[in-house]
């Protein structure tokens, strides 16, 4: 499957006019409270040009986008108030990377979507001086064609990308789309899409950090759509410790009682560190712990 990295038209040809671009500038400097909060919501609906038509915008220093708002909630989330986005989410994830030995840190980014966390990761391991290997694994062929726009954009060649989804065992799959936000585009497991072209393997993650030459896990984030919790398990049954982050981000949702995934890493020597409005943030109990 080729790899086409490259963002056509050039970045900048939607970017916004001038006054509303210094209008979305101004919002990345609102505090991170219900008003700075409102604000941004207000000038986002302000400047947002309609359902499909894109935006040219840098949300992190150096990280250069293509934003499709209306068809991608975590997209819209960053048009304005990208400080916001899963805030103590990528303060953790910075964290780990700048206290890690690890040389280079490796973060590997399970649904990667657009891309938001992986070259999160970049913006943080460039200001810090640090070496960075990302794996980021995106299924959804149109979802994974902005992700490769947003790296050749951005000039990050040190994300890999994986055109695969993640499971358990190995099988084949094909996208179910939601509709109205594609980060909550399902993978459906089956060979239906195969005769039309749009079917895609789906891979334990030791698998797929084989095939990519990924032998060490650092960092790890998992939004699977409810593929969360087969894709860990598949992990702890099956992968070397090395691929046993020390960092998880994974999806929680929430409610106040711990959801299966969480338990499932606590079973396997994680603790929560922290819990934010849609994620917990696992912890592994002997930081680089590897057989």
Sequence with gaps: MTD????????GTYRLPVPMERLRATTTRLPANRVGRALSS???RIISRGPEAPIDAEVYPGIRLRLRPGTNRCEKRVLTGAQFYDHRERAALAT???GSESQPFVFVDLGANVGLYSLWMVAAARAAGRDLQVLAVEPDPVTRARLLANLAASDAGNVTVAPVAVGGAVA???MMEHGNNRGENQVAVGNAGDDAGTGFEILPL???CARYGVQRIDAMKVDL???DEVALQGMFSDAPADLWPDLLVVEAGKGDVAPPVVKLCEAH???MAGRTR????MQRAVPGGRG
């Design 225 to 227: 759509e409810g593929h």
């Design 278 to 281: 849609l994620n917990a943030l």
């Design 269 to 271: 020597g994680y603790r």
């Design 42 to 44: 207000l000038v986002r």
């Design 96 to 98: 780990a990377l700048q």
């Design 206 to 208: 030791h698998v797929i």
């Design 172 to 174: 084949r799959g094909t």
């Design 4 to 11: 086409v990295r490259e963002m056509v038209p050039p970045f």
